[in-house]
């Protein structure tokens, strides 16, 4: 009788998680595809602040050999690259999660999205400086907000922003600080509509239907499609939870 109700008790909670939005890290929404198996890196590759649509303009050989150096074990700054420190390569997976140690290449998705709703998973530690860069354009800006600013970049106002906006335009800084305390994990929901950015963080939301700049050439919009990428930058951080819904031929 008691494994019964103990067993009654687990399905009454997981109705509770369910209902609250939990999700499992190998388990997508409704609606979206996981972008990470919680096991390898199958379905990404290699990459850094590039202009993709130069990568599009490469022969196709040329693109090849380009993304297999952001990718390739023997490769310096690279997805595999393995650490002299650890000797582990700067990305890999453990315990379900996705772990950067600060160098190397970004994860970049070896597919390009257009119109998107993105969900991610993320936890770093003091002093890191990470974001996610949407169809390869850069950035959702990911820091420790708790550093001092001598150069007042912006990093009390928290995480969320399109860092690489021009100064004063809208979405360049959060709407609100909602991160989390370091060690902690934060979500992010990114919904992307053309050029214009929808930026949530901890179901707070930081960055309101914001015009993206073209970080590589701000007299056009962003390109219609593209990677999405993680970006490194010199401390841990690691993702789970990485789901994505195509939006693209959808009513907004």
């Known amino acids: 009788m008691r494994r019964r109700i103990f067993g009654l008790l687990l399905g009454a909670v997981a109705v509770v998680l369910g209902a609250s939005g939990a999700v499992s890290a190998d388990e997508p929404p409704a609606g979206f595809t996981a972008l990470f198996n919680g096991k390898d890196l199958a379905g990404w590759r290699g990459g850094e602040t590039f202009d993709h649509r130069k990568l599009l303009a490469m022969s196709a050989d040329e693109r090849k050999e380009q993304i297999r150096k952001w990718t390739a074990a023997d490769q310096k700054n690279s997805l595999l690259e393995v650490s002299d420190a650890t000797k582990k390569s700067h990305w890999y997976v453990e315990n379900g999660e996705l772990v950067n140690d600060g160098f190397g290449a970004y994860a970049s998705t070896e597919k390009d999205y257009g119109d998107f709703e993105l969900l991610v998973d993320y936890r770093t530690v003091p002093k890191a400086d990470s974001g996610i860069y949407l169809r390869g354009v850069p950035q959702v800006q990911i820091w420790d907000s708790s550093l001092p600013d001598p150069q007042n970049l912006g ?46 963080l901890n179901d707070q939301k930081v960055v309101d239907d914001a015009r993206m700049e073209n970080y590589y050439d701000r007299a056009v919009s962003v390109p219609e499609k593209g990677p999405i990428q993680l970006q490194t930058h010199g401390g841990e951080i690691r993702w789970r939870n990485i789901f994505i819904r195509d939006l693209s031929g959808s009513a907004k």
């Open 155 to 200: 990093l009390a106002k928290g995480s969320g922003g399109l860092w690489n906006n021009s100064a004063g335009a809208p979405g360049k800084d959060p709407l609100v600080k909602a991160d989390k305390p370091l060690g902690e994990w934060n979500r992010f929901r990114i919904v992307m509509r053309g050029d214009k950015v929808t930026v949530s």
